[in-house]
């Protein structure tokens, strides 16, 4: 693949960059709705149990970063997620965790995941509310039980009084700590890309991007889907003929699953590096080298790739 080609797909990818926000900020108490564009479906998760407060978001962004829900008190969520990468690690294939424990997976973004059906990237969570249980108790990462993070939490009289606040409780429990938690993580969103703002009509691609834009309609849209890019369904795109982590067949136990991981959201992609569930690529241009020419064959490879496979011409 020649040099302008190249340029011109990354140039779209590069457009996806845009601010991670959380939802504006209002009054205190008052009930706060999650802002998306009227070209995206409504979220899975709706908030309609666990308001939405401004108060509840800043308590949730608080246990977000604080190192004691780990148990040596080293590692907080921020550690592995980290808001200049749209909330992925640093710069870092595998994540580490306590006592410099490696990780086996490359830690996602954080953004839009009131959309996602389920989490992680062989799915193996389904549930928003419940994510946060395979950080905190992960002997790899922060490697807590929750009877200790909330007997730490409940010693703390900061944070009783804003879980009282936020609650109405004056006794922390898990329930109360997994909806605080989402309010932060849910709340996170990201359509303020410049790819919105030409769906919105404000600007226009140059000629450029609206070339890489047709080239990713042609190859890359049926599971990187638009508005969202992705469509949250697991695939195997030909990274392995032999897999090392067997992907969403740890979940299912089906053999047909082998190989097969959650497509990846492309929004923010500049700055999620590296790339796939291992960090194994380090950019966007090796990522598409991997599409053109390193796709590798095994029975669980995308009828995709080929029926149909990623030939880029020059132009
Ligand atoms: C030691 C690093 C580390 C820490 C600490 C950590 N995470 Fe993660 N996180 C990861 C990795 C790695 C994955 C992917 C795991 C997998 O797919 O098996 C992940 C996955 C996730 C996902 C799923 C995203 C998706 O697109 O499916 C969410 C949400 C998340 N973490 C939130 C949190 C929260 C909340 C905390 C704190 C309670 C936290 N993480 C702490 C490394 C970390
Ligand atoms: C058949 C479905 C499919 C198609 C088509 C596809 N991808 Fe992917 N893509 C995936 C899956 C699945 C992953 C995650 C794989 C993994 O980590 O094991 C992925 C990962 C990626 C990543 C890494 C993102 C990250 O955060 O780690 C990038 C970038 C990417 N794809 C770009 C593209 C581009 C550009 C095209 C078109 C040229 C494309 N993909 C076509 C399924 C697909």
Known sequence: MNKTLKISLIFFVLIFISSCQTSEIEQPEQTLGLFYPDYVSKPVYGFEKNKLTHDGIQLGRMLFYDPILSSDSTISCGSCHAQAHAFADHNMKLSIGVNNRMGLRNSPPIFNLAWHPNFMWDGGVNHI???????????????????????????????????????????????????????FMGSITSFESKYDHVKQGKVAFSSSENRGYTLFKTHC???????????????????????????????????????????????????????????????????????????????????????????????
């Open 221 to 315: 849209n049926s599971c990187h889907q638009e508005p969202l890019f992705t469509n949250f369904s697991f695939r195997n795109n030909g990274l392995d003929s032999v897999f090392k982590d067997l992907g969403r067949a740890l979940i299912t136990l089906n053999h047909s699953d082998e190989g097969l991981f959650k497509v990846p959201s492309l929004r923010n992609v500049a700055l999620t590096y590296p790339y796939m569930h291992d960090g194994r690529f380090r950019t966007l241009e090796e990522v598409i080298n991997h599409y053109t020419s390193g796709i590798k064959h095994s029975k669980t490879l995308d009828t995709s790739f080929f029926e149909n496979p990623i030939q880029l011409n020059p132009n």
């Open 129 to 183: 509310e419940i994510m946060p249980l395979a950080p905190l108790t992960n002997h790899l990462e922060m490697n807590e039980s929750i009877v200790n993070i909330l007997l730490k939490l409940n010693r703390s009289q900061t944070y009783k009084s804003k879980f009282l606040q936020v609650f109405k409780k004056d006794s922390i429990d898990d329930q109360m700590m997994y909806y605080a938690l989402t309010q």
